[in-house]
């Protein structure tokens, strides 16, 4: 398929700020679906065009008329040509992602980092959360560990255990921890939930879990056709895999500890579910209550709606 606007990137040299107009002219134009590190058309531009044109992007001192030369427009309109055709987030394309202001590794094996639990870790969940009393974390999903590596960098004194079922994410898991130096406080373990967890307790247990209703996959963008089903999916009424959390979790949480957890587009169906449970809901930067907050306490008070 043809780069539909390939004009718009003349032979010639333009400046940065030309470029990432005309991309994101063109990523417009394609129709394509923002969700998986930026969200609209003009962001995805500035990032694709400067990683395309070896401009660091963590580093960008914010030069938006430095010139790129030809090579450099060879390299946008290619990856953009990409982007357009294959319907392919770009974090995949480029095997980069940001999460809470931290850098990660990522491709196909795992789902691109994405999560409103990162706007509330540089805080520490605070004053949801005493932060002094968390010294064992668990990261259930963890995917690619980014919410794990990112709990670790924040929680300085913190052990986390990062447990997914699938092996292959956790491959990309290990690359994120190495990356990050964290090694010897976050260990993987490849677990169907608390399967592998057994006796183990922790402060504070986060989970980005599956929470996608059957009703809406065949409406998801193309876009996530290239993440892993089983990351997403999550029965008829999206709370296959909360159930279970909301049942379970008690059982490895420290007396004082809490449970966090994103459940995004469920939430009404969470808050239908089990409408005696005063949920504490953190609302993301849209306002949207996405992420619960449960204490052990609350967990045992309510133990019997949860079954």
Not at 12 to 40: I, K, P, W
């Amino acid at each position: 398929m043809p780069c539909p606007a390939d004009p718009l990137l003349p032979d010639r040299e333009m400046s940065l700020q030309a470029c990432v107009a005309a991309v994101e002219q063109q990523l417009d134009r394609a129709g394509l679906y923002f969700g998986h590190g930026t969200d609209n058309a003009r962001d995805e531009a500035a990032w694709l065009v400067m990683t395309a044109a070896g401009i660091d992007v963590g580093g960008f001192k914010g030069d938006w008329q430095q010139t790129l030369g030809r090579s450099q427009l060879r390299e946008v309109r290619e990856l953009a040509k990409e982007r357009i055709s294959s319907r392919r987030p770009l974090a995949y394309l480029v095997n980069r992602a940001w999460f809470a202001g931290h850098e990660f590794y990522i491709d196909e094996r795992a789902i691109v980092p994405r999560s409103h639990i990162g706007e509330w870790l540089p805080d520490q969940f605070e004053p949801w959360l005493d932060a002094t009393g968390v010294n064992r974390v668990l990261d259930l999903c963890t995917g690619s560990g980014w919410i794990a590596v990112a709990v670790a960098l924040e929680f300085h004194v913190s052990q986390v255990d990062a447990a997914d079922l699938s092996v292959a994410a956790l491959e990309v898991a290990s690359i994120n921890v190495a990356r990050h130096k964290v090694e010897d406080r976050v260990r993987l373990v490849c677990s169907d939930l608390f399967e592998e967890l057994k006796g183990r307790c922790y402060d504070l247990i986060v989970c980005n879990p599956p929470y996608v209703s059957d009703s809406l996959i065949p409406d998801l963008p193309p876009e996530y056709l290239h993440e892993p089903a089983q990351a997403f999916a999550a029965g008829s009424d999206g709370l296959g895999i909360v159930r279970q959390l909301l049942s379970k979790a008690r059982r490895f949480l420290a007396d004082s500890g809490t449970l966090v957890m994103e459940v995004g587009s469920a939430a009404a169906a969470v808050e239908s579910t089990w409408p005696e449970v005063p949920f504490t809901w953190l609302a993301s930067t849209h306002a949207e209550p996405a992420i619960l907050v449960l204490t052990a306490d609350e967990l045992d008070h309510y133990a019997g709606q949860f079954q």
